[in-house]
């Protein structure tokens, strides 16, 4: 794996590890980081922007019914902020669109 660097002014390389998830409506996927839980990636989270996606570490994702919903951690809509996550960490990933959705992950391995 390239590992992260920062030897070029403003710029990071592709990403190690990437996947592609094609979203059934209310249908959680997960998808299991590669590695032990010495290693830690710098996960980017990508979807169309009219897509509604919920993204859990770790927790079950699902889709609030109507009026407020109170989650446990771990659990975020449509994350704008690359995230770190560990080796073996499972991400949990739900759509509530009735078009499904499409959804990328993609993890840099950064440095221990």
């Not at 592709?14 to 590695?35: K, M, R």
Request: net charge negative; hydrophobic share 35%; proline share 6%.
């Amino acid at each position: 794996m390239t590992g992260y660097s920062s030897n070029f002014d403003e710029t990071k390389p592709f990403s190690d590890t990437v996947a592609q998830i094609n979203l059934a409506t209310n249908t959680e996927q997960t998808y299991t980081v590669p590695g032990t839980s010495a290693q830690k990636y710098r996960a980017i989270f990508t979807y169309a922007a009219n897509s509604n996606v919920f993204v859990g570490i770790n927790v079950t994702a699902s889709s609030p019914g109507a009026g407020l919903k109170t989650t446990t951690e771990n659990l975020e809509f449509r994350p704008i902020e690359p995230k770190y996550v560990k080796g073996a960490d499972v991400i949990h990933v739900v759509s509530p669109d009735t078009a499904g959705a499409y959804m990328g992950i993609s993890l840099l391995l950064l440095p221990s």
